[in-house]
Every structure is written in structure tokens, then in C-alpha cells.
């Protein structure tokens, strides 16, 4: 498996800078994402009225948590299900395996589950016997390679076909090794038929949720091959796990929620595969499992409630912000380290792994601001970018250089007069050294910029100087 690297982003951005095939494959997909998106909101007059009422939804429910939870699990008990609690990933871990271990399981397949990733299960079952199989073709891909997704949506975004074609080849050896795969929809129908058996050989099905309906006791899965449905109707047990913030009050409100999730995802009006379940299979049912449990887990995340970080617990993991995001689309997801990339991950992860694990995160990026705006939960994720850029800072976590050099910059700003000189003594300075071309090759304390492009030089005049002018201008 793909080490956990979180703290060492900066040496993975500089691999995946030099990853040809990386960079052709992030290229071709990732404007894609973009376009089908614009093009779905606005084909939808009342798009941001649903962002607004989506994102009360979710503020209310944060505000009231634990009496949904437990009107949550008090439905799935009426409904013949079973609730359990994990504070952290080691009892989540724990209550799966007791679980199997009760139906004497060997084969488990899986529905597409960020959750999954987090608590790291696929290893955990393997190392106690368990064979995992993921259903969703690109985690069945990155399982096959013993990576980890590089995209909530798109685990294998990072892939091109060739390199599917090559792993298909060296994990498949039953099938005929003439065989044809050199079209997409080869490799699809190849995975379909090596993934059919495993449907119907597993004993345990465990599949994510989208959301935990607390009028209903009913989990919602949302996917687009239709694999969480046999994932969770033909083994004899169906386990949901889920987080703390994935419930909703209702399933009107889940419905108002998935008329921007996927639109926001994928560009489609709806997703292929919107499934409910509620409980085990009730007399008279044709299918579904015989039981019916669900995990839920905490993980770190009810500290984050009340916090300038509680808005990050409204994330519905459609992955906008990462595919306009000018940093994710440049490295990938890997180069983050952990199991939530992009935008959104750089304010999860250092609140579920620490600051100290992952304090190069915050930093990666350029506040350009695309993340809140496609984001159809209105998450702020700029603000509490810079929230965690303050606890870095108040912890001493980042270089000596870079405090002193902030320590002088804020002295230096508390004396305005002082301040004015410095920067204009230091706009002529830079501007004659740009030699007239208006652009910088090499600047002390600025290599890291330098290092990969030109700076602009300073033109003219300095912005205090020009303001003076104007208001000067305006009061003859």
C-alpha cells in the first residue's frame, strides 16, 4: 500500500512535477470536470437557491447532531438494523471484522468509500484473512496497483488507458493474453466480468453512504455503475460506514442535497445509481441481506464542531473544488499524502491527522478562490485555509527563516512611515535590477518562485505613492 505521507508534500509535488505520464493524464481529464459543470448550472435557473438551502441544511443539522444521530439510530433499530459506534479508526476496524468473523466471511466486496480509505480496512481485513474487493472500476483499479485514490470521485483520474491496459494484463494472467484492449470499453467489460463472481462469492458487502436519513433510519448511496446495489443486496450482510456528519434530517432534504451533488461532481442532472436502503431484507423481499449493520465514526471530527472549522463537516464529497483547483490539477492527488486531496483535504486532514502532520497543506495554495465558488455547499474553504496557516504559525510548526522574515514584515508595517521608504527604496531597487525587461530572474529571499519562473518587476511607482497622488488630485 501506498505510504501515508502527508508531511513530505513538498518532495511529493516535486515527483509529480516530473511525472510525464501524471501531467498528460491530469491535462487531458481534469478541464472535463470543469466544463460539464458550468454547463449543468446553467441549465439549472435555481442552482445557487439550492446551494443556499443545502448549506442550511447541513448548518442546521451541525448545530443539532446528536439528537439526529440518535433519532437516526433509533429508526435503523425499528427497521431491524444494528448501530455501532467507533470513536476512532480501531474500533471502526474492530466492529467490521466482528462482524465478518460472525458469518465466517473470506470475501468482502465494497461500494466506494472515502471512510474506508481513512481508516485504512482493505489492509486491516487482508492482514486477518479477509479478502477485499473493490467494485467501483477506478478503486478496483488503484486496489490492483496498491495505491490510493488521487480524487474523491475519479480514484484513477491520475491513470491513462495504456497504463490501464498493463495492469489489466499483469493482474488478470486467467484470461487470454491475445486479447484485444486497446478500446475503453474493453477494459470496462473486462472488469465487469472478473468483478461479477466476486458479487456473488462475497459474504459481507460493505459499502459508504452519501447520506444517513434520520426520518427514515435509511442509508443513500449515490454511484454510476450500479455496483453499490449488488454490493449491498447479494451478500448476507450489508454494512454501512458512514462519518458523523453525513446525516440529514429527511429525505426531502437529501433530495434538495443530490440536486447539486451531482451536478457539482460529474456535470449530470442525477447519478446513475441513487440507492436507499433501510434494514435487512423483510419478509416477502425478492433480495437484500439478511443483516444490516452501520458504523458510525467520529474519527476526530466532533472536535471540530464549534470551531472556525466546522464548516469543513458540510463537505458532501463531490469533489468540485479539486477540479478547479490550479494546485491539484498541477500534482495530482497523491502529492497530498493522505486520503482527501485538493482544497477540501488541506483543511480535513491537518484537523484529523494534526497541524503537525500536515502543515505543508495549508500552504498549497494560492487563494485564487475557485474552491468556495464552485463549491455547492458554500464551504469557505479560503478562510479556514488561513485559519490553519495562524495555528501553524502560533505553533512554531513552520521554518525559522520564514517566522523571522513575517517578524520583520510585521515590525516593519506597524511604522507606516518607515514602512513607505523601505518599499520604495526596495520598488527602485527591483526595477532597475529587472534592466528594463519588467521581469525578475533572480531576487534574495524569493528563490523558491525564482527557482521555476520570472517575477514581475515593480513598474513605476509604489501603491502609497500613486494613492497620495490621487487623493492630492482630487481635493484641487
Partial sequence: MMEMSPGSFKDNVAKALSDGQLQYA?????????????????????????????RDIKN????????????????????????????????????????????????????????????????????????????????????????????????????????????????????????????????????????????????????????????????IIVTNEGNGDLTQTLPKVHIVLASIEKIVPTLEDAATILRVLARSAT?????????????????????????????????????????????????????????HCPVYNAVGGHAYGWVYPGPIGSVVTPALVGIENAKH????????????EVCPMRIPIPKMLRHWREKEFERHLQPNAQRWGLNAWAWLAKRPGLYRKATALAARVLTNQGHGKGRLSKVPLASGWTQFRELPAPQGKTFHQLWKERRKGART
Fill in 60 to 219: 442546521h443539522v451541525l448545530d443539532h447532531l446528536d439528537l439526529y444521530l440518535e433519532r437516526y439510530e433509533a429508526k435503523v433499530k425499528d427497521a431491524g438494523g444494528h448501530v455501532h459506534w467507533a470513536q476512532d479508526a480501531e474500533e471502526a476496524r474492530a466492529a467490521i471484522l466482528s462482524i465478518c468473523r460472525s458469518v465466517n466471511a473470506r470475501i468482502v466486496t465494497k461500494g466506494k468509500s472515502m471512510i474506508s480509505e481513512e481508516i485504512e480496512l482493505n489492509h486491516y481485513l487482508e492482514g486477518h484473512g479477509i479478502q477485499p474487493v473493490e467494485t467501483d472500476l477506478g478503486e478496483y483499479l488503484i486496489q490492483i496497483r496498491n495505491e490510493r485514490p488521487s480524487h474523491i470521485i475519479a480514484p484513477a483520474v491520475h491513470l491513462t488507458r495504456d497504463q490501464v491496459e498493463a495492469d489489466f494484463r499483469k493482474a488478470h494472467t486467467h484470461l487470454d493474453p491475445n486479447r484485444d484492449l486497446t478500446e475503453i470499453p474493453a477494459l470496462v467489460e473486462e472488469a465487469r466480468t472478473v468483478l461479477r463472481g466476486k458479487y456473488f462469492a462475497a459474504d459481507v458487502g460493505i459499502t459508504g453512504a452519501n447520506f444517513l436519513i434520520a426520518e427514515t433510519g435509511t442509508s
Fill in 267 to 323: 456535470g449530470q442532472d442525477f447519478s446513475n445509481y441513487p440507492t436507499l436502503s433501510t434494514g435487512p431484507r423483510r419478509e416477502g423481499d425478492p433480495d437484500g441481506p439478511g443483516e444490516y449493520h452501520v458504523i458510525i465514526l467520529d474519527n476526530g471530527r466532533s472536535n471540530v464542531l464549534g470551531t472556525e472549522f466546522q464548516d469543513m463537516l458540510r463537505c458532501i464529497r463531490c469533489g468540485a473544488c479539486l477540479n
Fill in 26 to 54: 491530469m491535462t487531458e481529464t481534469g478541464p472535463r470536470f470543469i466544463v460539464k459543470r458550468t454547463k449543468a448550472r446553467e441549465a439549472l435557473p435555481e442552482f445557487d437557491a439550492l446551494r443556499d438551502q443545502s
Fill in 361 to 372: 497543506l495549508p500552504n498549497a495554495s494560492t487563494f485564487c478562490g475557485r474552491c468556495e
